[in-house]
C-alpha cells in the first residue's frame, strides 16, 4: 500500500492533526513504528510511546489529548483500534485481489472446473472431476486430487494436499504445507505378526470457514467421512486422525493429536501439545490446558488440565502437592519415626 | 466404480436377493448408507440399521434372516465382512492401476531410470543416477534426489521428498509430504558458543512395506545409515532421527519422536506423543501407552506407561494416587495433628 | 568422490601405510566399514574393529601402533577425527558446489533478483520482488513468496515454503518442508461464537547461520517480527508462534512449540517434545529437558525438567517420589491404622 495521511483520514470518516500529506506502505506496533509506517495507540497504557514514535502517522481516539509535544502526524477518529482493524481488513482484501489468473505451467486436468476470479499458482496440480469455487485463490505447487471440491473464497496457501473426494466448504484457509485426506492409520493384525493395510476409502469434508495450520495433517475417514465443522480453526503440526468430528468453534493449538472417530464438540478451546485417545466423546464449551492428555469422554461446559486430565482446580491442587512430595515423603518418614517412638514407650 | 448388483454376487460367488440391476458407485457404513452404495453388516450389534439403511446393496452372511421387511438388495455370502474387504482391496486395486504413464511437465534426469507400469505425476522431480521400480507411482510434486533407489510396488504420495542417497524397499507407501533423509539434527558447540554443523552423510533405508504418514520426518545416519525395517507402520508427524532403527512390524502412533541413534525393536507399538531420549535399545513386543518418556533402554516384552515409563500396573496405581494426592496430604497433616495430641498426652 | 589413498594422505599431510593406489568412493564408520570406503580410528575403544573392518582406507593417530595384523591400508596423521572432518567438510563443500544454475521450468518472477552462483531447482517459484543472494542453492519445488530476501550461502532444501516479507539472513539452512511465515494462529471470538480472523501482516526474520529442520512452522508476526536470532538451530516438526524470539545459538529439539509472543534467551538447549505458554521470557543459557512444560518465564542459567518445571534436581526428587507413590499411601493408611490402635489404648 502507499496512502496519504489525508486519504487514510478521509476512508476514516477522521481527523488529520499535522502534515496530511505524508505517506505510509506499512503498518507497525506503536512502540515499534519507523518512518513510512502507520500506527495507532488505543490502550493508555502505550501513551508514552507515542511521543517517541518513528511511525509517520498513528490513529487515536477522539477523546485523546497530548501531553506533550508529538512529532508525527495524527487521524483522529472514534474507535482508534477498530479503525486500525478496519484498515488491516482492507489491506489484506487489496492484497488477495491481486492475485488473479492461471499462472504457468500448472496442471488443470481437462475434466476439471474452476470458478470466477481464481488465483491457480505455477505447479499448482487440480485432478479428474475436481471443482474450484469463485473467488477461491490456489498458491503454488498445491495438490488438488480427484473429486475434490473447493468452495468459494478459499485460501490454499503453497504446498497444500488434498487427496481425492475430500470437500472444503466456503471461505476455508489451509496454510502451507497442510495434508487433508491421507490414508487413516489402519492396520489388520496378521497371524505371522505383519499388519495387512485396511483400505481407507472415506474423504474429508471441511465446513465453511474453516482454518487448518501449517504442515498440520487430517486424515480421511476409513469409510465415510473425518469432519471439520463450520468456523472450526487448527493450528500447526496438529495430527487428526480418520473419522474424527471436530465441531462449530472450536479451536485446537499446535502440536495436539486426536486418535481415531474421536469426536470434540462445539466452542470448545484445546491446549497445544493435547493428546486424545480414540473413540472419545468429548462435549461442548469444554477448556483443556497445554499438554492434557484425555482418556476418556468428557461432558460439556468443563475446564480440565493435565494427563490424565482433572478440573483445573483438582489438577492444579495435586500439582501442588507433586512439587513437594519429597518433602511429604520426609513427614511421612518422619511420623513413622514419631509413632515408632509413641509405641516404644507405651509398652 | 459402477458395478451391477448381479455382477457383484458373481464376482463374490454370492447369491441376490432383491433387485440385481441396482448399481452402486461406492461403499458406506450401513448406518450412512445412501443410494447407489454398498454396505455390509456382519456384526449383529448393527442389525437394526439394514432395515432402515438408505444403501442400494448390502452384503450379509448366508446365516442371516431378516426379522422385517428389507428395501435394500441383499447379497449372500459366506462372510459379509471378508467378502466386503476384498471388494475393497478389489477398488483400491482398480483405481491405483489406472494412474499410469509419465505427466508433463515433470523433470526426470537422464541418468535416472524408471520401470515398468509406473505413474510419474507432474511437477515430480527424479534426480541423478536415482531408479524407480516396476509398479511405482509417484503422485505431483514429489521430490527424488540424487542416487535414489524406490523398489517395485510403492506409492509416494503428492509433495514426498527423499534426499540423496535413500533407499526404499518394495510396496512402501509414504503419505504426502512425508519427509526422507534430511539431515540429522548434528553440531559440534564451539569455544565461542556458536555451533559448526556436523555433516550429515548417511541416508534412510526403508526395508519392504514400511508405510510412513503424512509429514512425518526421518532424519538421516549421520554415518552409516536411519533403518525402518520390514513392515514398520508409521503414523503422521512422528520425528525420527538419525541413525535410529525401528524394527520389524513396529508401530508408531502420531507426533511421538526419537533422538538420534535409538533402536526400537520388532513387534513393538508406540502410542501417540511419545518420546524416546537419544541412544536407547527397546526389545521386542514392548508397547509403551501414549504420551509416554522413554528415558531408559527397554527389556522385550513388555507394557509401559508414563513419564517416566512404569509398567503399566504401576503406572495406573501411582497415576491413581496422583489424583488424590490433596487428600493423601491432608491425611498426613491429620496425623501430624494428631501425633502432637497423642505426644502432648504421653508427657 | 573418487580418491587414491596417496591422494588423500597428500591433502592431509598424512603417510601412507599399505597400498596407496586403493580408491575410496564414501565414507563409514570402522565399524561398518566396507570395500571402497574410508574410516577412521581415534577413540582407541574402537581399536578391535581396526583388524577386521572391511573400510579400504582407515584414518590412525601418527601414535597408532597395531597390536596385530591389519589388512587395510592406513593413513597416518596428526589426529584422526580431525582429519576426517576436514575431509567430510571438503566433501560436502564439493558435493554443494556442483548444484548451479536454473533448471526448467522454474517460476522467476520478471521483478525477483538472484545472485551469483546460485541453484534454482525446478519447479521452484520465486514471487514479486524477491532476492536471492550469491551462492544460494534452492532445491526443487521451494516457494518464494513477494518481496522476501534470502542472503548469500543458504541451502533451502526441497519444499521448503517461505510466505512474503520475510528476511532470511546469510548461511540459512531450511530442510525440506520447513514453512516459513505462515498466518500466526489469531482470532477474535464474537459474540455468536464464531471467531473473526486478525489479519497477520508481520514477517520471520532469520538472521545469519540459522537452521530449520525439515517440516518445522515458524508463523509470522501479528505485526513485527518473529525473530530467530544469529545461530540458533531449530530441530524438525517444531512450531514456533507468532512474535516470538529465539536467542542466539539456542537449539530447540524435535517436536517442540513456543505460544505466541514467547522470547527464548541466548544459548539456550530446548529438549524435544518441550512446550511454552505464550508470552513467557526466558533467559540465557537455560536448559530444559524433553517433555517439559514451561507456565512461567524463567531467569537464567538454570537446568529445568518437567511439567510444571522444577529445578532438575528437585524434578529428579519428585519423580522418585511419584514413582512410589502407592507405598507412600499404604505407609499413610498404616500410620492411620497404628495412631488409631494407639488412641484406643490410650483410652
Do not use: W
Amino acid at each position: 500500500m502507499d496512502f496519504k495521511a489525508t486519504d487514510i483520514a478521509a476512508f476514516l470518516n477522521g481527523e488529520v492533526v499535522g502534515d496530511g500529506n505524508v505517506k505510509v506502505t506499512n503498518v507497525s506496533k506503536i512502540e515499534e513504528g519507523k518512518p513510512g509506517t502507520l500506527a495507532f495507540l488505543a490502550n493508555m497504557k502505550y501513551e508514552n510511546f507515542i511521543y517517541s514514535t518513528g511511525a509517520s502517522v498513528v490513529l487515536v481516539n477522539n477523546s485523546f489529548i497530548p501531553k506533550e509535544k508529538i512529532n508525527t502526524t495524527l487521524i483522529k477518529v472514534n474507535d482508534a483500534y477498530e479503525a486500525f482493524a478496519s484498515l488491516l481488513d482492507l489491506y489484506m482484501q487489496a492484497k488477495a485481489s491481486v492475485k488473479k489468473g492461471i499462472e504457468q505451467p500448472s496442471f488443470i486436468d481437462e475434466t476439471a472446473s474452476v470458478g470466477k476470479d481464481i488465483f491457480i499458482g505455477a505447479f499448482s496440480y487440480i485432478g479428474k472431476n475436481s471443482k474450484i469455487g469463485n473467488n477461491s485463490k490456489l498458491f503454488p505447487q498445491v495438490h488438488i486430487g480427484e473429486n475434490v471440491t473447493i468452495g468459494d473464497d478459499c485460501i490454499l496457501y503453497a504446498g497444500v494436499k488434498i487427496y481425492d473426494d475430500c470437500i472444503i466448504g466456503d471461505g476455508c484457509i489451509l496454510q502451507a504445507g497442510a495434508v487433508i485426506g491421507s490414508d487413516g492409520f489402519g492396520f489388520a493384525p496378521q497371524k505371522d505378526g505383519t499388519y495387512k493395510k485396511i483400505p481407507q476409502i472415506g474423504n474429508v469434508i471441511l465446513e465453511d470457514n474453516v482454518e487448518v495450520g501449517a504442515n498440520s495433517t487430517v486424515d480421511c475417514g476409513t469409510m465415510g467421512s473425518t469432519i471439520l465443522r463450520k468456523g472450526c480453526k487448527i493450528d500447526n503440526l496438529v495430527q487428526i486422525a480418520h473419522n474424527c468430528e471436530i465441531g462449530e468453534n472450536t479451536v485446537i493449538a499446535a502440536l495436539s493429536g486426536l486418535a481415531g472417530t474421536t469426536k470434540i464438540g462445539n466452542n470448545c478451546r484445546i491446549g497445544g501439545q493435547v493428546g486424545f485417545a480414540g473413540h472419545l466423546t468429548v462435549g461442548d464449551n469444554v477448556m483443556i490446558g497445554a499438554q492434557s492428555g484425555v482418556s476418556k469422554s468428557l461432558k460439556s461446559n468443563q475446564i480440565l488440565l493435565g494427563s490424565p486430565t482433572l478440573s483445573i482446580k483438582d489438577a492444579i491442587k495435586s500439582i501442588t502437592v507433586y512439587k513437594n512430595l519429597p518433602q511429604l515423603r520426609d513427614e511421612v518418614i518422619q511420623l513413622q519415626k514419631e509413632i515408632k517412638t509413641i509405641k516404644k514407650a507405651n509398652n
